[in-house]
């Protein structure tokens, strides 16, 4: 299957907290797994990823964790900021470049001071 | 650095009439280029893609085409709109084989009445 599940779809958490969001996948041969931030309105843009030869992967507050075995990988915010409120997108994709990049459902983060 | 421009950057159209979306990317040669769907509060869905000059391969139906005239265009369109066409229509190149990174651009949100 091709299926990109994430969780959870509604978010909120208190200023300064973390939050964390977690996708799985279904393709075992998915080596490729990007984060995509979308603010209302606009465009989604690629905030970090993480390739299968790794397992975690730090940019700044963002941390991305991969579990190939379980076939799940997750972004945590660390230290989050109103400006953090935002739609996050989780994806997928095969190792070719016609493997189709299939998308999370979507989890809708509000950071509350 | 490389740019994506799409147009129109909004539309509002009568069910039945045609429509015509389009998508150019500067500073990348042969570009993977792709076309998402994104209902209002949902997931991105790619329709189509396209790795070279006359040539798109589609991956979901949803009554549209789409056309390869130039390198660095994209063309999507449709004679007839449905209501159910409404939402946001992002094109997208893929920085392959080098990060294998997507980038999308600026969408055009389209109505359908």
């Known amino acids: 299957g091709e299926q990109v599940e994430q969780l959870p779809s509604i978010l909120r958490v208190q200023e300064g907290s973390s939050a964390s969001i977690n996708c799985s996948y279904e393709?075992?041969?998915?080596?490729?797994f990007p984060w995509y931030k979308q603010e209302p309105g606009e465009n989604p843009k690629l905030i970090i990823d993480?390739?299968?030869?790794?397992e975690r992967k730090q940019i700044q507050e963002l941390i991305v964790l991969l579990d190939k075995k379980a076939k799940r990988f997750s972004l945590h915010i660390t230290d989050t900021q109103p400006g953090d409120s935002a739609m996050y997108f989780c994806?997928?994709?095969?190792?070719?470049?016609?493997?189709?990049?299939?998308f999370g459902q979507g989890t809708s983060l509000s950071v509350v001071p | 650095a490389q740019t994506i421009h799409q147009w129109p950057v909004a539309e509002i159209k009568a069910v039945g009439s045609p429509l015509s979306l389009g998508c150019t990317i500067k500073?990348?040669?042969?570009?993977?280029l792709y076309w998402y769907w994104q209902a209002t509060g949902g997931t991105l869905q790619q329709l189509f893609y396209s790795i070279t000059v006359g040539q798109v391969e589609s991956v979901v139906q949803l009554n549209l085409s789409a056309s390869r005239p130039k390198d660095d265009q994209f063309i999507l369109s449709t004679e007839k709109l449905l209501l159910s066409h409404s939402g946001f229509y992002l094109c997208?190149?893929?920085?392959?084989?080098?990060?294998?990174?997507?980038?999308f651009g600026e969408g055009s949100k389209l109505t359908v009445l």
């Open positions: 997208a190149w893929r920085d392959w084989p080098n990060t294998g990174q997507l980038y």
């Open positions: 993480i390739r299968s030869n790794m």
């Open positions: 393709d075992s041969a998915s080596n490729y």
């Open positions: 994806a997928a994709k095969g190792s070719s470049s016609f493997s189709k990049l299939v």
């Open positions: 500073g990348k040669s042969s570009p993977n």
